[in-house]
T-cell receptor, first 115, second 113 residues
Framework: GENVEQHPSTLSVQEGDSAVIKCTYSDSASNYFPWYKQELGKGPQLIIDIRSNVGEKKDQRIAVTLNKTAKHFSLHITETQPEDSAVYFCAVTHGGPGTASKLTFGTGTRLQVTL | EAQVTQNPRYLITVTGKKLTVTCSQNMNHEYMSWYRQDPGLGLRQIYYSMNVEVTDKGDVPEGYKVSRKEKRNFPLILESPSPNQTSLYFC????????????FGPGTRLTVL
């Protein structure tokens, strides 16, 4: 099955700095790569995703890059703010729309943005 | 408001006492699933359902049961809970399959003594 590794497990940055979280996966057939943010006491929430036909995607201060050859993808958060403090999960899936493919999550990164 | 609801939010029980955690979504989603979250292990899928009356095992199905008799509900059943099932449980739904955004419920923290 799919194996997803996520690093680092914890990350502390100063407000205004950038944060980068990286995930690697094993199945070259994987084609959908979402990132979820989990705030304290809440369920994970999708913040950005990328599909295998795209190398990079941006949404304001958040960006995701995908390197299919190396089988890794990264989450970039620029100009970090205290409200970015949360646990971030990468995930990987493969299969066509509506098919019974699997969504495998990374182990999570706890991001702390300090003042 | 579009949402996934879970009940109860917190539960402390004893070994062997059957329990059910309910999950309901109001978005007419076809796909629903259950995850457990444990420190250092991330989110692991327990069971999923592609549609009504269609369920299948995820990565860690042992000790759990599910049913999908209605589109909106997907209860998780622990017939004989054990301490290793102490965890944080999340229900999620999506329009169809895993290439769509998963909407997660608020979580159920279960402690089995």
């Amino acid at each position: 099955g799919e194996n997803v590794e996520q690093h680092p497990s914890t990350l502390s940055v100063q407000e205004g700095d950038s944060a980068v979280i990286k995930c690697t996966y094993s199945d070259s057939a994987s084609n959908y790569f979402p990132w979820y943010k989990q705030e304290l006491g809440k369920g994970p929430q999708l913040i950005i995703d990328i599909r295998s036909n795209v190398g990079e995607k941006k949404d304001q201060r958040i960006a995701v890059t995908l390197n299919k050859t190396a089988k890794h993808f990264s989450l970039h958060i620029t100009e970090t703010q205290p409200e970015d403090s949360a646990v971030y999960f990468c995930a990987v899936t493969h299969g066509g729309p509506g098919t019974a493919s699997k969504l495998t999550f990374g182990t999570g990164t706890r991001l702390q943005v300090t003042l | 408001e579009a949402q996934v609801t879970q009940n109860p939010r917190y539960l402390i029980t004893v070994t062997g006492k059957k329990l059910t955690v309910t999950c309901s979504q109001n978005m007419n989603h076809e796909y629903m699933s259950w995850y457990r979250q444990d420190p250092g292990l991330g989110l692991r899928q327990i069971y999923y359902s592609m549609n009504v009356e269609v369920t299948d095992k995820g990565d860690v199905p042992e000790g759990y049961k599910v049913s999908r008799k209605e589109k909106r509900n997907f209860p998780l059943i622990l017939e004989s809970p054990s301490p290793n099932q102490t965890s944080l449980y999340f229900c999620a739904s999506s329009l169809s399959g895993y290439r769509n955004e998963q909407f997660f419920g608020p979580g159920t923290r279960l402690t089995v003594l």
